[in-house]
């Protein structure tokens, strides 16, 4: 069996109704899947105006809005529909994407008809529960993903850190890595644009900070903002550039003074910010991995991130960045004024940062998928034929 043999069912929470790394990377990998010849088929919910359009077809599943962040929706299962165009697809390969009913229902399609079922790790749900003031539950959150994942064949994550925290976890001994790439055509240092950076009311000088992706609290803005405070109470020149938007904006706009807000952007224009900006700050401990990380190292842009999954694995403490322990606000801005008070040292992580990011190539990467999905089916042949 090659790749262009390949019938796989993809079931998505999210793939294409908000734009995040998590569905970016899903479609990425569709799209190399489809190039190569292979039969790919994504379920998933669906509204009436995408923020982009699927890659493959796209088939829609039952959902609701999430309570409070209606932008996203909860898929609620499959429906006759959706079981009837699984059963005539009659696929290979299983993979699902989020721990919602849909995808522990076809999770357990996929095991009664003896099909190998992937998961792949997108974000750290369990953290989310204690910027909700909720953190209490996050024993009952494991303990429900444990559930699904003990009953795949294999859980794919972004990183090294991310195998270990699963396994840590005891969701599964079978952990691999499904890296990430970047788009070297958006993401460089040649799109770095002073014009566009004064057009927005950013100057040449000083420093400017940037943050870059959704505005919800799980991406830690709220270390972001006091972080900024010490700087402002240390009397460090700096100035703040803000790429993205989500419903927390005008929450964190209110902590933040000063700060430029870029909104959304995407393609060239998203990689002419982040390559705008002087360095990146990702407080954020519940990526898997940490695509805005490794976007900014493309543009050469050093990073100070916290100590977490995600970006532990990308950025070299010292060399192409600084790791500081997660809510760390002292750390966070020595680290960030070492950077203001020295332009030689913020040149030197900025290239140690971009030739860290030259191996992340996306066809290579998802090619491995592929080959994930081969070595599975030969496996369940071997010992259960078809």
Not at 127 to 140: A, D, N
Not at 180 to 208: C, M, N
Not at 266 to 282: E, Q, T
Request: proline fraction near 8%.
């Amino acid at each position: 069996m090659t790749i262009a043999d390949l019938r796989i069912a993809f079931f998505s929470g999210n793939y294409n109704y908000v734009r995040d790394g998590a569905n970016k990377a899903q479609n990425n990998l569709v799209g190399t899947l489809l190039a190569h010849g292979a039969n790919v088929r994504v379920y998933a919910p669906t509204i009436a105006d995408p923020p982009f359009p699927p890659t493959g077809p796209l088939i829609s599943i039952p959902s609701v809005p999430v309570p409070g962040r209606g932008e996203y929706r909860i898929p609620t299962g499959i429906n006759r529909a959706v079981r009837e165009d699984l059963e005539r697809l009659n696929p290979h390969i299983v993979h699902i994407s989020s721990p919602d009913r849909a995808a522990r229902q076809a999770a357990a399609w996929g095991r009664e008809r003896g099909v190998p079922v992937v998961a792949t790790v997108h974000t750290r749900f369990e953290t989310y529960p204690r910027y909700y003031g909720l953190g209490f539950i996050e024993p009952l959150v494991e303990a429900w993903l444990r559930r699904l994942y003990h009953r795949c064949d294999m859980l794919l994550v972004p990183s090294p850190t991310m195998v270990d925290v699963l396994r840590q976890q005891r969701m599964n001994t079978a952990v691999e890595v499904w890296s990430r790439g970047v788009e070297k055509t958006v993401f460089h240092p040649g799109a770095r644009d002073y014009a566009w950076r004064q057009s927005i009311g950013l100057a040449d000088q000083p420093l400017v900070i940037g943050f870059l992706g959704r505005l919800v609290l799980e991406k830690g803005l709220d270390v972001f903002a006091a972080t900024l405070a010490e700087l402002r109470e240390r009397g460090v020149p700096h100035q703040v550039m803000v790429i993205g938007d989500g419903p927390a904006r005008d929450w964190f706009a209110e902590r933040t003074p000063g700060a430029v807000f870029a909104g959304f952007q995407a393609g060239k224009d998203l990689g002419r910010a982040v390559a705008s900006m002087d360095v990146l700050f990702n407080p954020s401990i519940t990526e898997t991995f940490g695509n805005v990380t490794l976007e900014a190292m493309a543009a050469g842009v050093p990073t100070v991130a916290a100590r977490a999954t995600g970006s532990s694995g990308l950025v070299e403490d010292g060399v192409s960045g600084r790791l500081v322990t997660p809510g760390d606000i002292p750390a966070f801005a020595d680290a960030l004024q070492a950077y203001a008070n020295d332009p030689t040292l913020l040149a030197a992580h900025g290239a140690a940062a971009l030739e860290r990011a030259a191996p992340y190539d996306w066809e290579r990467i998802n090619l491995g998928v592929a080959d994930t999905y081969l070595r599975l089916i030969n496996e369940r042949r071997g010992t259960r034929p078809r």
